[in-house]
């Protein structure tokens, strides 16, 4: 049998632990300005890659001075996307795209993508409720 002491000395150490899980979970907003909205147009599309817990975009950008930049965009967890209908067939490495999301805080070239327009002029909507995919307008 556990004494007192060692039965509220596991009941504090799970306490931590436990808390400690809680607050691993980060806000979006601790890296992303949720008030700007930035589109990337002309995106080269190197690959999407569905993961938990944050699923990510990566693409290349040409700047004005003709340097490529490789840019990450954030989204949700591949269970969420599968759940929304959004698998890895949506984009493949080389397509031309248009990045819609909010710009990270740190001035990186990392966003969290709220949406994306396909080749097809489809937009493909990561977060809120409606249906993920909507086709273009004929």
């Not at 890659?49 to 975009?57: A, D, E, G, T």
Request: aromatic share 6%; with cysteine; proline share 4%.
């Amino acid at each position: 049998m556990l004494s007192n002491v060692a039965k509220r000395t596991v009941v504090t150490f799970i306490s931590c632990i436990a808390t400690g899980a809680v607050f691993a979970h980060h806000s979006a907003q601790v890296y992303f300005d949720s008030q700007k909205l930035m589109t990337i147009e002309n995106a080269v599309v190197v690959s999407l890659v569905l993961v938990n817990p944050h699923s990510q975009l990566i693409f290349t950008v040409t700047s004005a001075t003709g340097e490529t930049v490789e840019w990450k965009a954030e989204t949700g967890s591949q269970n969420a996307l599968r759940r929304k209908g959004i698998n890895r067939d949506l984009v493949q490495a080389g397509d031309v795209v248009t990045v819609i999301g909010n710009p990270s805080r740190s001035g990186k070239p990392y966003l969290r993508m709220r949406q994306l327009i396909l080749p097809n002029g489809d937009s493909v909507n990561f977060y809120g409720g409606g249906p993920a995919i909507t086709p273009a307008e004929s």
